[in-house]
């Protein structure tokens, strides 16, 4: 009889409605989710109805003590600490905000761990990575002897049709080392043009094979395969330290990089789409008000195109830089509707004739690559389910990830 796997234990920081969770199922690597922490009652609502056996802790990550690690006995941690003080709108506060206090706890709490976890996932907002709590997370795991590597990726980079551009560090604590051998050739290629940084933790007692192997890791620092890459890119690749990333996302999304793109099964928006009945399907119709307000600013996808922006959790509430519109009438254009000197009520009536509708949260649970089994406790509001979906994260993207980050399960082992 072949032996038992050994699960891998893992504790979901910042669990929200359980995006880590749906991306640990998606890795397919053995592994029992012992405990998820979240202070919020609605996320927390979400995850309980889909995962109704897991430990949730509605509590301040604030308030766990050494007691409950030493319980826990982790192997690895997920967390996706709040974004908002890494963003402009958010003040960019970082270190002094306060929303930032529990991951600073965090990694106080680390060094302080007999029993460091194996393996940590640290997702967050591109501008996490120039920021003082970013230096601080990178000195701590350097402290506690873990190697690390930081990413820039979006769902549209594996191929899904939704910009999501999102801050990643893998960490894994000696004498676990970074090895690629469960990714595709493709998924290799890609992770390593998105790699803003790395560092291999060079503690005595490593075996130098392994540690070889991780350095020569192809497309890390050798110049050669980014030649054909803009400069702001190639410093990227190059720096460890000091990252200038801004071009990063309109560079991707203008078609530069689409020999690195790994070709998808479903690549149009039309396999994300939740199918309405005719009467829900009303529900979604954008009305008249807001094509009249904002129909200039709205982002309008047709089912064909390849990419809509990124889901926010105020989709649905506002309409500029929130999310995609859906254009059922693939005949006419946005352009037709807004031609010059119109009267505004004929521009209404070209507007109503796009055929203009909201993505559903299903729609948008779809984008992020959740199974079809995920669904919402039938008491949350359409306005909740956007919230919670917009302060989620692409499954697909951090399983990748994570089969990156396990797959050196021969050392694991040998623990
Ligand atoms: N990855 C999650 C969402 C992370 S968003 C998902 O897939 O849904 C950040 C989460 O951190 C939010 O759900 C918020 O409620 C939670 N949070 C913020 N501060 C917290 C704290 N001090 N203690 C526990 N949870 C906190």
New binding site residues.
Partial sequence: MAAPVEQLRVVEF???????HYALILSEIPSTVVAA????EV?NKVYKHNFPDINLLQ????SVSLKDFIKWDADVFLM????QPFTRVGLKGDKTDP?T??FLYLLQTLPQLTKKPGYILV?NVKGFESSDTRNELVDVLKKCHFSYKEFLLSPTDLGVPNQRLRYFLLAKHQPLMFKETTLTNEEKTLLNHQILSENVCCHSNLDKNNLQEVESTPGRTDTSDISDRSKSEADIQNTSESMSISNLESQRDIGSKTEDKISPKERNIKEYLEALSQESFEDYVVPDKTLLRFGRVMDIVREEDERTCCFTKAYGHYVEGTGSFLQRNNALTKQWAFEDRLDSNVTLLRLQQLGLRYFTPRGVANFHCFPKEFSFPSELSRKQQYR?LG???NAHVVSVLLRLESSQVDIFDSR
């Fill in positions: 910042y669990s929200g409605v359980g995006g880590m922490v979240d202070i919020n996320a509590r301040n990550i604030q996706s600490p709040p974004c929303r206090s529990s997702e919670v302060n989620s994260l």
